[in-house]
């Protein structure tokens, strides 16, 4: 353990908690209060019960609850006139809890089997993604969905109804690889991959390069990259989620980029805010302030710079669901909308509340099916109000919560990530030209 990961700095600080004057205007924006009702599950419960603690009340099996129940979604941050960093309180709240409590021996396994093991590691991840492919292609998935296995299994098998499926050639293959602009290079900017959508993702990472290609962007994937460390920021493992940080920054601030890019919300949250992660780090905290200021998501990147224009037709209704580490974490709401605006045929229909989290949350939905499922089914609601035919949204975690939203409660909508969508608008784009060309050339004098 570096010095820096002290131990003391990762817990709930006065100065954060102080700003709350418990005025309740939060109340509403929170899924979980909507859901419950609940003062103690709301963000002014929840801080008030981070008070106590930071007062010498114990860590309580209930406090833990509280704490582990909340979504991390940040819409209470949007909602406060007092500029209360719920993010910041409740990740420090959950590192406290980490380091004081002891979970059962089975749950402390899977914790540094998946966070120690599996996420940062290629090799691991590797596995885990073939494992999944061929329990989906062997017909393994279908017998056991089939035999009523998973009613059995409980919790277990509902999350997997949950399960992302593997998406073969994964993008490892492309890590280390450095793709050229089309046409006169504009930018040089870095990807980076993530973790699991290296294998669950790999389309969406390759449509997230051509769009940037096509865009005069020099795409380089550093070879040194690993997982973000999100995961383990929002499950209080903020040892390990340092120690990907510092790999992150060796691996990407030795050259100079226009930008650093990523296509997942929940990633993109955490990137720019490494330097609050490494801020007692004296090795490593200016430059991880650097690094973070240079972190874009996609559609914030793609946004801010001159569009190619040469984007063809698709005659598509489409709704957007805000990520809520985009839209709350990152305060990036416009960006994605002007994206799709952009395309030609493309009719955008908002949603009632589209920036109320639909339950994905990282692993919430796995740990905690029931109350992830209740707020899927209402987002359900509001996404079929619109009679979109296609749901768009930035973070590959909510992709997969809004498929098994389509599937239990839907009609029949697909759901693609902002930039799959316009990666399809330029294909069609060229497509249209080089038909364009065809006809040209047949009807000009030889
Ligand atoms: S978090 Fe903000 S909105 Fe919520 S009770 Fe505290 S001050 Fe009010
Ligand atoms: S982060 Fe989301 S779930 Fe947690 S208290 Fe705030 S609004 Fe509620």
């Avoid at 709301?42 to 860590?59: D, E, H, K, L």
């Avoid at 490892?172 to 900017?189: Q, S």
């Avoid at 200021?293 to 793609?302: G, S």
Wanted: hydrophobic share 40%.
């Amino acid at each position: 353990m570096a010095a820096s990961d002290i131990v003391n700095t990762d817990a709930p600080q006065r100065a954060d908690l102080d700003r709350c004057v418990h005025c309740g205007l939060c109340l509403n924006a929170c899924p979980t209060y909507r859901e419950l009702g609940v003062e103690m599950d709301s963000p002014r419960g929840r801080i008030y019960q981070m008070v106590q603690v930071a007062n010498g009340a114990p860590v309580t099996p209930s406090y833990e609850e509280h704490i582990d129940l909340c979504l991390a979604c940040r819409a209470c941050e949007t909602a406060c006139p007092s500029g209360v960093q719920y993010g910041r309180l409740v990740e420090a709240a959950r590192a406290d809890i980490e380091q004081r409590t002891k979970r059962p021996l089975s749950t402390r396994l899977l914790r540094w089997a998946v966070f120690s093991h599996i996420l940062p590691s290629r090799f691991h991840l590797r596995i885990a993604g073939v494992l999944l492919f061929l329990y989906s292609e062997t017909g393994l998935q279908k017998f056991v969905r089939g035999s009523g296995l998973m009613k059995l299994m409980g919790k277990l098998g509902e999350a997997e109804s949950l399960a992302p499926t593997a998406e073969p050639p994964f993008f490892f293959r492309n890590i280390g690889r450095t793709f050229p602009a089309e046409g006169e290079r504009r930018y040089r900017v870095a990807f980076l991959a993530g973790c699991m959508a290296n294998i669950c993702f790999a389309r969406l990472n390759e449509a997230t390069v051509r769009v940037l290609q096509k865009n005069g962007c020099e795409v380089v994937i550093p070879a040194g990259q690993t997982c973000c460390g999100a995961l383990h920021v929002h499950a209080g493992i903020r040892t390990t989620a340092r120690k990907l940080a510092r790999q992150n920054i060796d691996a990407l601030l030795t050259r100079k980029y226009d930008a650093i890019i990523t296509n997942a919300a929940g990633c993109g949250s955490t990137l720019k805010e490494y330097g609050e992660l490494l801020e007692h780090d004296p090795d490593y905290a200016d430059v991880a302030r650097r690094f973070s200021a240079a972190v874009k998501d996609i559609n914030e990147f793609l946004a801010s710079i001159d569009l190619n224009p040469r984007i063809g037709e698709l005659p598509l209704t489409v709704t957007y669901q805000d990520s809520c580490h985009l839209a709350h974490g990152q305060r990036v709401r416009t960006a994605p909308r002007k994206l799709l605006a952009a395309i030609p045929g493309v009719k955008l229909k908002e949603m009632p509340l589209s920036d109320l989290c639909c339950g994905s949350a990282g692993i919430y939905n796995v740990v905690h099916t029931d109350m992830a499922m209740s707020i899927l089914e209402k987002k359900m609601r509001a996404v079929n109000s619109t009679g979109a035919d296609v749901i768009a949204t930035a973070n590959p975690g909510c992709i997969l919560q809004l498929r098994a939203g389509v599937a239990l409660h839907g009609k029949g909508q697909r759901v693609a990530h902002v930039v799959e969508i316009l990666d399809e608008a330029y294909a069609r784009g060229e497509t249209k030209a080089a038909e364009d060309n065809r006809s040209l050339t047949a009807v000009l004098p030889r």
